[in-house]
């Protein structure tokens, strides 16, 4: 409650005028951090501003009138979020669970017929669409209706509604006093959240995304330096070796996802890793994969990148210790770090080898899984580049591409007068870096294309395989049908092709749209200081844009490459924000539909937005001028006419046997 005191009487000053009250959950909302009162001067009736600790905000008034609303300014400081897929409806579960073998012609009618229904009667209860909309946990047939999850560094997490904007649920989590730094999908059901806390500790919670109720959470000795996720899925799923087995909501079984948290790489000589989860199904898997796995820590203030290789002989079940294999250090006075990236480990990729759009015969992208991008920016004197035939030296932009296993330095370019804000983007073999040119006084976009060489690649391969037929023969383990993977040990270093544009915008963010199948066109998604998001597409950041006039070939025509122009000019359809602002735009989050075509991108920062984006067209749908009627009624003559033509084949038939 809220209580307004007379000050101008000091005999009554300690006996309130009015108590206003309000059925709000403090519990959920924290304590209060401060209170602004207003007087209506006309009905001499008062009101008042709450702001609690978790940075909501409400409204109270006097005369009974209690909450007269509330808004959640917590998500004005989102720290993660991710786009949650929701479980299918009642018919189209269905239809999921017979996709194992090829449905059969009456089969396939019967499902329409179930949708069919289920439409006619949403229609029926007079709302439409609104109604099919109704239930915000249920997906549609396209997997467009999503549930939007996201954290606040204020501790609260929120279920939000793709088709409405709605907050489904809200929670706060069991750790007032924690930082939270970030969140993670252990399942599709399941999120894991983690965080630090002020006693120099750390504190992670597993939170089931579709109701926001928390499972379980455990606080930690040690900070988390290091959180890396493992392509290491497991049957069950618990936060410590004291927890009870976390359960989902899912009739199917869940495989879930595991983790490596690092403790003491930044302020300790003895770092270890923990797996999550604990358990012993957990640990005997993750020893099958230990000693190929290598652990990166990046230290941004102190200019250093270091990878770690997991050893055995951990103090408790779950913790190994880690020897450092590598490290890249750059002079702290000289060169900074701007922007670290690395490849998506879920990053589906359609097809490995390009086309022969530049006039060369196809080659093999390289696709190298532990791939980091760095972006330093020299500045000072111990940092300035003499330039070759120039009397005076410039600072530059320096970009890296550095294999996550071995350390090697495969990729380096300097970018003369280039100076931060940098902003790198990664996307199969693919690097986009975003920056300001000093000297021209105008923003640029470098991209870097690698592909792998040819006669390097399959003499490392001819090495690799004669390695293999020596171990075969003195009766190695060995299994014939292991997949061929990238290597890190004996990939040789790639070619690369290169172009850079100009660009005219500021940019604030750089990620990537992904789809169902990698098979749509890559669209970069900008988040510009303008307030908007811009779609940058494949063709005109592809590095392999020919420079001249000439008239494109056919092989051209075929990749989409269209000629080199040096600056990037956007029309307005390549901004799925369109007229509405987004301000101050931190990260994009995006994720794939049912439909190939169509990606669903979030952007969080001091607004939220939310959109459906189309990087190569709508080329799975029907498009809006689409003559539908004509469509149904050739539908329907044919079923008329094979209704006809079956009753005259059984009156052919009965007049020959007569």
Not at 248 to 273: C, I, Q, W
Not at 629 to 649: D, H, K, N
Request: with cysteine.
């Amino acid at each position: 409650h809220v209580a307004i005191h007379d000050l101008s009487e000091v005999s009554s000053a300690d006996t309130p005028v009015e108590t206003l009250t309000s059925d709000l959950d403090y519990a959920e909302q924290g304590g209060v951090e401060a209170v602004f009162a207003q007087v209506l001067k006309k009905s001499g009736k008062f009101r008042a501003l709450v702001l609690s600790e978790t940075d909501a905000l409400t409204a109270v008034g006097s005369g009974g009138t209690g909450l007269l609303w509330t808004r959640e300014e917590a998500l004005a400081s989102v720290v993660g979020s991710e786009i949650v897929s929701l479980p299918l409806a009642s018919h189209l579960a269905q239809a999921a669970a017979s996709a194992g073998h090829f449905p059969g012609f009456v089969e396939r009618l019967k499902l329409q017929a179930d949708g069919l229904v289920e439409t006619l009667g949403d229609l029926a209860r007079g709302t439409g669409v609104a109604a099919a909309e109704e239930n915000l946990l249920e997906s549609d047939h396209f997997g467009l209706r999503k549930l939007v999850v996201v954290l606040s560094a204020t501790g609260k997490m929120f279920g939000l509604s793709s088709t409405r904007g709605e907050m489904v649920w809200m929670r706060r989590l069991p750790c007032p006093s924690c930082a939270f730094e970030g969140m993670e999908m252990i399942t599709n059901e399941l999120a894991m959240v983690y965080g630090s806390t002020q006693g120099g500790q750390s504190f992670c919670a597993v939170v089931e995304a579709l109701s926001g109720v928390v499972k379980d959470s455990r606080t930690i000795s040690r900070p988390v330096d290091v959180l890396a996720k493992m392509k290491l899925y497991l049957p069950s799923w618990q936060i410590g070796p004291s927890s009870a087995p976390i359960s989902t909501s899912a009739t199917t079984p869940r495989r879930y996802r595991s983790f490596l948290m690092g403790h003491g790489f930044k302020d300790s000589e003895n770092p270890v890793v923990s797996l999550l989860p604990p358990t012993p199904e957990a640990i005997s898997a993750f020893e099958a994969i230990r000693p190929k796995t290598i652990v990166h820590s990046i230290d941004v203030l102190g200019g250093t990148l270091k990878g770690f290789a997991v050893k055995k002989g951990g103090t408790y079940a779950g913790e190994y210790p880690v020897e450092e294999v590598w490290t890249v250090a750059f002079l702290a006075d000289a060169e900074k770090i701007c922007d670290v990236k690395t490849t998506d480990p879920d990053e589906i990729v359609h097809s490995p080898v390009s086309g022969m759009g530049d006039g060369r015969a196809p080659r093999r992208k390289y696709l190298n899984p532990s791939l980091i991008a760095v972006a330093t920016q020299r500045s000072g004197a111990e940092g300035k580049r003499a330039l070759p035939g120039v009397a005076y030296s410039d600072p530059c932009v320096m970009l890296y591409l550095i294999d996550g296993i071995t350390g090697k330095i495969i990729f380096r370019r300097a970018q003369k007068f280039g100076q931060g804000p940098v902003h790198l983007g990664i996307a199969e073999n693919m690097v986009v870096m975003h920056y300001f040119n000093a000297k021209s006084n105008v923003f640029e976009i470098t991209t870097v294309e690698l592909y792998e060489d040819a006669l390097k690649t399959a003499k490392a391969e001819a090495a690799a395989l004669a390695v293999e037929a020596r171990a075969r023969d003195e009766d190695l383990d060995h299994d014939p049908n292991a997949d061929a993977v990238f290597s890190s040990l004996i990939a040789p270093v790639p070619t690369s092709t290169q172009r850079t544009f100009l660009f005219t915008k500021s940019v604030t963010t750089l990620e990537v749209a992904k789809t169902r199948q990698g098979i749509t066109s890559k669209l970069f998604l900008a988040g510009l200081t303008s307030h908007q998001i811009a779609g940058l597409s494949y063709n005109v950041l592809d590095a392999r844009r020919p420079f001249g006039e000439a008239p494109p070939t056919k092989d051209q025509i075929a990749d989409g490459i269209i000629p080199y122009h040096p600056v990037i000019k956007l029309e307005t359809q390549k901004y799925p924000t369109y007229n509405t602002t987004a301000a101050r735009v931190v990260h994009i989050t995006s994720a794939p539909t049912f439909l190939e075509s169509t990606s669903l991108v979030f952007a969080y920062g001091l607004d939220l937005f939310y959109t459906r984006v189309t990087p190569s067209g709508a080329f799975d749908l029907l498009s809006e001028d689409f003559n539908r009627p004509f469509l149904a009624a050739t539908v329907s003559g044919v079923i008329v006419l094979l209704a006809l033509t079956r009753r005259w084949s059984r009156q052919k038939r009965l007049a020959l046997l007569w």
